[in-house]
Each structure stands twice: as C-alpha cells, then as structure tokens.
C-alpha cells in the first residue's frame, strides 16, 4: 500500500509570491491534517479536511487555505508568502482513530 | 491554548544505555501519543495512550500515561544506532485537534 505523498520535495519562492502544496493520502483515508514545522515553533497544526470539508483549524493567517478534493487529495495554498513562512510542511492521513500517517514533507524556503 | 513542554530538549547517550525522556501539559487531556521522527521523513506513531495510569509497550519503547492525566513518559530500553531521531509527544484535544511537543533530539553514540 504506498503512504502519503507530498509534492514538491523541495520549493524556493519569494517574498510576495504564493505556492500550492500537494498531498495524496493512503488509498482510503479520508482525513487529511497539514502541519508546518520550524525549528523554532516546532510542528503546528495547520487544518484538517475529511470529505472535502474543513473540520479544523489552527491559528494561522487567513492566508494559509487549503481544500480536499472527492477523491481526498489534498492542497494547501500560502499566498503572499513572508520569509516566516519558510518551514517543512508536513500532511498526514488516517483511516479512524489516532493513528495519522505521515507524508515525507515539502520543503518550503522563501527568499 | 494548551502548553506542551518536553524535557530533556536534546539527548545524547552511548549505544546500550537506556533512555527516558518525559512530558508535561497545563491541562488534563485523555490521549497521549508519541512519535519518532527520523531525519527527512514524517513522524511515525510509537504509542497511544487512553487511560490514566496506563502502561502500553512496543519492543524496547514503553510509555506511561501518568496519573494526574497531565504528564507522560517515554523509556527506551538498550538503545541502538537507529533510535536517533526527534521524539515528539502530542495530545489530542477534546477537539480532535492534535498539539505536539517541543521534541526531545536523541543522538546514540556507537
């Protein structure tokens, strides 16, 4: 069963630009979480999507959004990007319960 | 909103040697979940934690959900090579939402 992929890998933009993550949950798993994570602030919650809506949301601008399409993929979108917002982002899936899989992450670096 | 403070910030031990590594919340909560997170990769659950008291292992990895319901601790037992990495306790609020800690860096010297 192949796990949660993110794309890109890797991305650089700059300050002002906006940038769309990419995520493919496990065949079935219909929650999608997205997280971003500093150094400094360590992994926080972003939101999470089940059936194409959002069931929660961190505390984050409004100009971090995301969406989930039918077949549960997901994207999160950043618009007028600020150096802070250089991090990883991680998306993570799950079937029921607790267990979120993990994807590998994009790394998002704003110059 | 909810602190998370895990202790010790970073770790670094000799090969064999066990480890203990703990977490504290400001608030009662009533699941607690640890993850590892290897260099490069996404974090993966170890150990989910329901009930007070409760004592859940998973090889050399045993967890404590601690009575108060405000702390938690990770013991690894005869370290390895390949525990390094970033050990994150998380808890999941009466919101779904889950809250990760700060991470404990592990290093093992060989």
């Known amino acids: 069963k192949a796990g949660v992929t993110q794309t890109p890998r890797y991305l650089i933009k700059t300050r002002g630009q906006q940038v769309t993550l990419s995520c493919s949950p496990i065949?079935?798993?219909?929650?999608v979480s997205w997280y971003q994570q500093t150094p400094g602030q360590g992994l926080q919650f972003l939101f999470e999507y089940f059936s194409e809506t959002q069931r929660n949301k961190g505390n984050f601008p409004g100009r971090f959004s995301g969406r989930q399409f039918s077949n549960s993929r997901s994207e999160m979108n950043v618009s007028t990007l600020e150096l802070g917002d250089s991090a990883l982002y991680l998306c993570?899936?799950?079937?029921?319960?607790?267990?979120?899989?993990f994807g590998p992450g994009t790394r998002l670096t704003v110059l | 909103g909810q602190q998370l403070n895990q202790s010790p910030q970073s770790m670094f031990i000799q090969e064999g040697e066990d480890v203990s590594m703990n977490c504290t919340s400001s608030s009662i909560f009533n699941t607690w979940l640890w993850y590892k997170q290897d260099p490069g990769e996404g974090p993966v659950l170890l150990i989910a934690?329901?009930?007070?008291?409760e004592l859940t292992s998973n090889g050399r990895l045993t967890a404590q959900f601690g009575i108060t319901r405000k702390d938690s601790f990770l013991n690894i037992s005869a370290s390895i090579p390949s525990d390094v990495g970033i050990y994150f306790c998380a808890l999941k609020t009466s919101y779904d939402k889950v809250i990760f800690g700060p991470g404990t860096s592990l290093s093992v010297i060989p």
């Open positions: 993570a899936s799950r079937l029921a319960g607790d267990e979120q899989f």
């Open positions: 934690l329901y009930k007070a008291g």
């Open positions: 065949s079935g798993h219909r929650s």
